[in-house]
């Protein structure tokens, strides 16, 4: 490579600035008060509604930017604003990527804008994947679909547990096992639509960070969906199934699909989140005095600062090429996807964890939100797979070695 340089377009900037608005003059003022309360924070997702940043329309306009760029560029302002608020306004999407991963466009169109529903009738939508005893590990999940052949409808039973919008969302999309002997290769995505009986919330959870955004069980008793409901359709199914049984392995596996898609994303937030505490640490740092001058003035302090801004800029990078190599279809060879959701998840974790240092006791007090930001980037290291499972995609991919 003889030259590396990106320059974002005319509307990739426009939308950055659009979203940094909105992240300074909406969200930030906002996170505090609801990381306290601990509740979704309606009255912003309807102002999200309201002005479009919140809505299908959105979504698929960034989806379609043909060099991946503005879907990071949005969730990294997001982030930056409010990293809980911005998985209220983002929750929605993680469900709108599990139709989109297995379904067919006619599915993809009907339920996709029932995701986001309109400004007036805001509508949520959840991605109902882990179990309590199946997260890493999602081959062993035991929410179960059957088939009522004579009715043509699925009838699913199970529990999911840590759903985003869980137990809330209007959409829910369930990966559900519909041939338990064929592990990860027999499961299949559905859509429960809005109102179906049978659906409740479990459990909400109460959260060390993203506390703005719902997270609760979702409990699934005899809910019956129409055999239109099962994503990519019944022919599909049965094929990837008859492969599965004989031994081969299969294109898709619903969850992961959604997973890898998604990841670049994800990793964009968690840059967003040590993006904010890169800034504000550095401009504290600039004015803070002890023994008589600045404390950026101290190596100790500066080369901390240094290493933070090296770290945000190197995830940016990460994130920007596996945005770049998904849209355009470019596989994932060494696991980019998972490299840069590692990377930038622990690099959240580090960058605000030092942003409270820098800081002291003024890092360590709510009054101020550098402590919020080191609570809110943990669970970067652990939903959409954990870091280690990160590392063990990655570890597969380069090595072509089956890695346990
Ligand atoms: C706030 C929040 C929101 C979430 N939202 C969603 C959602 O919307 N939809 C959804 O489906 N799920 C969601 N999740 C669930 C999340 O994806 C899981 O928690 C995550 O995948 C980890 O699973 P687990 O908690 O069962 O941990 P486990 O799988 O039990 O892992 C425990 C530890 O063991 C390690 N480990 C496991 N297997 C290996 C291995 N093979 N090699 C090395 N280490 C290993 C893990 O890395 C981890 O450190 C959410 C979770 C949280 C906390």
């Known amino acids: ?47 999200a509604a309201k002005v479009g940043l919140y809505s299908f329309d959105f979504v698929a306009q960034a989806v379609a930017d043909p060099t991946g760029l503005t879907l990071p560029i949005a969730n990294e302002e997001l982030a930056w604003g409010d990293a809980g608020i911005a998985l ?19 599915q993809l169109m009907e339920w996709g804008p029932q995701c986001f529903g309109t400004p007036e009738k805001i ?9 309590a005893d199946a997260g890493s590990d999602v081959s062993s999940l035991r929410t179960r679909a059957t088939y009522d052949e004579a009715k043509d409808e699925w009838v699913i039973n199970g529990t999911k547990s840590w759903i985003t919008n869980g137990g809330i969302a209007d959409v829910n999309v369930v990966v559900a096992t ?34 703005a955004s719902h997270t609760g069980e979702v409990v699934l008793n005899d809910v019956r969906v129409p055999g239109r409901c099962l994503l990519g359709g019944k022919e599909k199914l049965d ?30 937030q968690a840059l967003g989140i040590a ?32 290493d933070m801004k090296t770290r945000v800029d190197a995830s940016r990078l990460l994130v920007w090429r596996a945005a770049s190599m998904g849209a355009k279809r ?10 840069s959701k590692l990377y930038a998840g622990e690099t959240a974790v580090w960058v605000t964890e030092q942003a409270i240092q820098i800081m002291g006791g003024y890092g360590y007090v709510r009054e101020y939100p550098v402590e919020r930001w080191h609570r809110d980037s943990k669970v970067y290291t652990i939903f959409e797979g954990t870091s280690e499972i990160q590392r063990l995609i990655i570890a597969r991919a380069i090595s072509g070695i089956r890695i346990l």
Not at 88 to 105: D, E, K, R, W
Not at 278 to 294: N, P, Q
């Open 88 to 106: 209220a306004i983002t929750g929605s999407s993680l469900g709108l990527s599990g139709i989109a991963a297995t379904g067919t466009p006619e």
């Open 239 to 268: 094929e990837k199934l008859a492969r599965a049984r004989e031994g081969k392995r299969s294109t898709s596996q619903a969850a992961m699909a959604t997973f890898e898609a998604s990841r670049p994303s994800v990793g964009a």
């Open 123 to 131: 509508q949520l939508a959840a991605f109902c994947v882990s179990e």
């Open 330 to 339: 470019v596989p994932f060879g060494a696991g980019e996807g998972s490299m």
């Open 1 to 47: 490579m003889s030259e590396f340089l990106v320059e974002l377009g005319e509307d990739q900037l426009q939308i950055q600035k659009w979203v940094h608005d909105f992240a300074e003059g909406v969200m930030r003022p906002a996170a505090h008060e609801w990381d306290e309360r601990e509740e979704t924070p309606w009255p912003i997702i309807e102002e």
């Open 178 to 211: 519909v041939e338990p002997e064929l592990g990860a290769r027999g499961h299949a995505s559905f859509v429960v639509p809005p109102g179906t009986p049978g659906l409740s919330a479990g459990q909400k959870y109460k959260k060390m960070g993203i506390r």
């Open 275 to 306: 993006r904010a505490a890169y800034e504000y640490s550095l401009e504290y740092a600039k004015e803070r005095k002890a023994f008589g001058r600045r404390i950026i003035e101290n190596q100790g302090i500066a080369f901390k600062l240094a």
